[in-house]
């Protein structure tokens, strides 16, 4: 597995122009990987769009190095760094404690009158949203939590997770035009089950994972 951050060049017009949407971002993220395309074997690849001091970054985990020249393409020249995540995941421990960050689509399955499947709708509130992330993480293998122990002096330390941005990004997709939720949660876990957290980081939590939604990364805390 690999880990890839660039700075995408939001000042250069000619550059991003055709980063209209989340599906041209797909576009941009399968052509980093041209021997798939050849040879009709799609890998799965996870990324999100971060924002941080101003600049925007995408962010990508696949399986195979993403190809340099196409992962710079609406990029800022020498900001592309590509790390091998596979020592970082083996590094992390049952009941280690993690700052995360995690781009997703919380969604909830409804009935749908004449139909045998159901309805996929977006939760709309933020406490639904909050409580979407907080029902699936023991599945996921983490817990979320308020209070950490301070060994320091005896005193817990209140921590917490939060929704830092939410917004409705444009998809367009066969013809049509769509609006998917999209919410950044950021705060503090406990790593419960490392088998299935691992799995969690590498395959992404929820659902519209082609369009820059499910990708969790965490550090550790100090």
């Not at 997709?173 to 419960?192: Q, Y």
């Amino acid at each position: 597995m690999y880990l890839s951050r660039i700075q995408i060049d939001i000042d250069n017009r000619q550059k991003i122009k055709d980063l209209t949407h989340l599906g041209a971002f797909h576009n941009w993220v399968e052509h980093c990987f041209p021997i798939e395309i050849e040879t009709h074997k799609r890998c799965r690849h996870l990324w999100r769009i971060d924002q941080l001091a101003g600049k925007r970054y995408l962010l990508l985990l696949s399986e195979e190095k993403p190809d340099l020249t196409e992962f710079v393409k609406y990029g800022v020249s020498k900001t592309a760094m590509i790390k091998n995540y596979e020592p970082f995941l083996a590094q992390i421990k049952e009941e280690q404690i993690m700052q995360f960050r995690l781009t997703a689509n919380p969604t909830h399955a409804i009935k749908n009158p004449g139909h045998n499947q159901p309805r996929i709708v977006p939760h709309i509130t933020v406490e639904q949203q909050k409580n979407w992330l907080i029902t699936r993480s023991e599945k996921l293998g983490f817990q979320l939590t308020e209070q950490i122990p301070n060994n320091l002096s005896g005193v817990s330390e209140m921590t917490t997770f939060d929704i830092i941005n939410r917004d409705w990004p444009v998809l367009r997709h066969g013809g049509r035009t769509i609006r998917l939720s999209r919410v950044t949660f950021e705060g503090i876990l406990r790593v419960k089950d490392y088998g299935k957290f691992k799995q969690a980081l590498e395959m992404g939590i929820g659902r519209e994972k082609g369009f820059g939604m499910g990708l969790m990364t965490v550090i550790p805390r100090s």
